[in-house]
């Protein structure tokens, strides 16, 4: 059985940075499609990042620039380097991974960006 474990959320200022990760049991994270999406509140989930199992990665247009996802090989973990973040950017942040999509889902982290 798949478990996607998220970690690292929490209060930072405007401007400030935090570091999500996620553990995967079940499942090879450097062999799957892994990604982080969000939902913030009042508004639709939404693709944050994702890496593929060859390495190739997307970003959404709003982080391009301030966000980079990475994963850990031998820890078998998932990051989101999240920089420069902005009071738009508050969300619960989710870990997702299978072979073609987000078939698995964490929990959710909470990020709150505000002064």
């Known amino acids: 059985q798949v478990q996607l474990t998220e970690s690292g959320g929490g209060l930072v200022q405007p401007g400030g940075s935090l570091r999500l990760s996620c553990a995967a049991l079940g499942m090879i994270v450097s062999r799957n499609m892994m990604a982080w999406y969000r939902q913030g509140p009042g508004k639709q989930r939404e693709l944050v990042a994702g890496?593929?199992?060859?390495?190739?990665?997307v970003y959404s247009d709003s982080v391009k620039g301030r966000f980079s996802i990475s994963r850990d090989d031998t820890k078998n973990l998932l990051y989101l380097q999240m920089n420069s973040l902005r009071p738009e950017d508050t969300a619960v942040y989710f870990c997702?991974?299978?072979?073609?999509?987000?078939?698995?889902w964490g929990q959710g982290t909470q990020v709150t960006v505000s002064s």
């Open positions: 890496i593929r199992d060859d390495g190739f990665i």
């Open positions: 997702t991974g299978g072979e073609l999509g987000p078939d698995h």
